[in-house]
């Protein structure tokens, strides 16, 4: 267990979801084996899909030489793989696990990714600085780099086959993972006219070479494609890059007739609404006399609801939580919920991506935060007089970053229960990862305090930020919950190693681990035979009314 907690599985971990560019996160991870002992060098290279060397990403204290056939490494060392005599390239046969040669100076471990190999990550030194550890390691850091690779391997999505451009389904899995996308993205609708002169591949071409780096073109149909601009900085920005589009398309002839028209998204994205917002946005007709964005209305701002519109219905009592069930893996037993945020509006049920990041942007949150622990408080004293609460019962409410810039969080917190006559044992706050370390000292604080009043604390969303598994063993918390995108991406090699790395270092920490996003039978399998304890998600229940919490609490 010990080995958990070492660097070997320290490092990799740190780096999922830094967003970092695949050299630089190479770069890392090259450093970090070689931090392992004096003497020990590493390479990272890239394959290509006939297992052919690609790219010398990242090397670290050593020397590498790439020849198009042979891939010598310094110090005296042969190529890499599993043959170090022959005199080629044999990186990425399919069933090398990490594996050094017999009496050899190198171990190489393959990048998995889709099952095949693209590419490896590869340690130099004496044969006894290559050891069972050593191996570990590698196959952690390549499986991690598999995991970045995927992210930002545009290749391997699926693709429309006439003009290989990445289709809707690709559109919705990059948004699903916020792959590279910053704070704000754009997206850009391009509806070409029913007498198009281009053929589907010259219009594909055409947008692909007016897209800048950060821009990522998606076939929708035969007369729609969308960009994705991964950053939006601001209407200007974006218009800019219409411009760049409506340019394009009328250097291909005065025949040409578009309607263009962009979004400005603001994270967190749902990948429905987004599309939806992205493909119903108005636009404005390409006039190559003057190719410019001539309605201001054609560059749209998603606007989310006013704090005023919010203001109004926290007093009236409009927003209230529903409550999802957190079961136990082995024979789902309720043994708590969590409450999320839902807007009773005039308009139907609104999700708490509309308001929450609006009453966060306000330095309003805390009115939310008390609204929802008065809800959950009063709620679960219902279930209690309904005899329906199982000992150890825990009601699970979110907490903003910004509450814990507010030292007085906790003494709040212990007004609510004393005045609602609350157990603080059944009560929970969950923080995300990315809150829990962006002003850690304070938010040990704050955690120490409303551990020592006996709410526990758990850490949300975790494996999408920055925290490595060396800062989990430093914060007062009593449950880890792994993030939706891990879990629903399985079966898939990397994200087993995520889930299996939490796990294990949980065990070690003595701390609860939480799958959450658990839709399917799958899901449920392999995380009972990895070892989780609970899980949430539609598999086991939807969020739902206190009412019907309390039903399902007394059929159990
Ligand atoms: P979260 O804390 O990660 O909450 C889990 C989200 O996943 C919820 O979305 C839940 O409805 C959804 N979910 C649960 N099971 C599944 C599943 O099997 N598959 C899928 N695809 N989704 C599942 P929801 O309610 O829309 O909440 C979104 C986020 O809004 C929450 O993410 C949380 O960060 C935030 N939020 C919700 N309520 C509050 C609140 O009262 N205060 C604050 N500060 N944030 C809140
Ligand atoms: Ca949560
Ligand atoms: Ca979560």
Known sequence: MDQTLDRAAVDPLRLIGTGLPLAELGESVCAAVAERAPGLGAVLVMLDHSSRLLEIVATRAVDVEATDRAFPLGRGGGPIGLAVTADETVVGSSDWAAR???????????????????????????????????????????????????????????????????DRTALTSIIERRDGLGSSCATILIETGRDCPLSATELADTLRDAARPTDRVFWIDERRHLVLSSHANGPDDVETAVGRFMRALCERGSQMTADIGAVIHHAPYAPATLIEQALSCPSTPLDCDQPAVSDPRAVQLMQRATMEEIDAALARGEIRAAYQPIVTVMDGTTVGVEALARWHHATGERQPDDFVPVLEAAGQVRRLTEAMLVSACRDLAGWQRDGVVPDGFTVSVNVSATEL??????????????????????????????????????????????????????????????????SLRSLPIDVVKIDQSFIRSLPDRASETVVHSVIDLAGVLGLRVVAEGVELPEHLDFIRTAGVDLAQGYLFSPPATPGEISRQLASA
């Open 100 to 166: 050094r040669s017999p009496g050899a100076l190198v171990a190489a471990a393959p990048i998995p990714h889709d099952g095949a190999p693209v590419g490896a990550l590869v340690a130099v030194g004496a044969e006894s600085l290559l050891d069972e550890a050593c191996l570990l390691h590698l196959q952690a850091c390549a499986q991690l780099i598999g995991l970045v690779a995927g992210r930002t391997d545009d290749s391997r999505l699926t693709v429309e086959p006439v003009t290989g451009l990445p």
């Open 405 to 470: 810039s507010y030292a007085d969080f906790p003494d709040r917190v212990s007004r609510i229960l004393r005045r609602q006559g609350t157990n603080p044992a059944n009560l929970r706050v969950e923080i995300t990862e990315t809150a829990a370390l962006s002003d850690r000292p304070r938010a040990i604080q704050v955690l120490t305090e409303l551990r020592a009043l006996g709410v526990s604390v758990a850490l949300d969303d975790f494996g999408t930020g920055y925290a490595t598994f060396a």
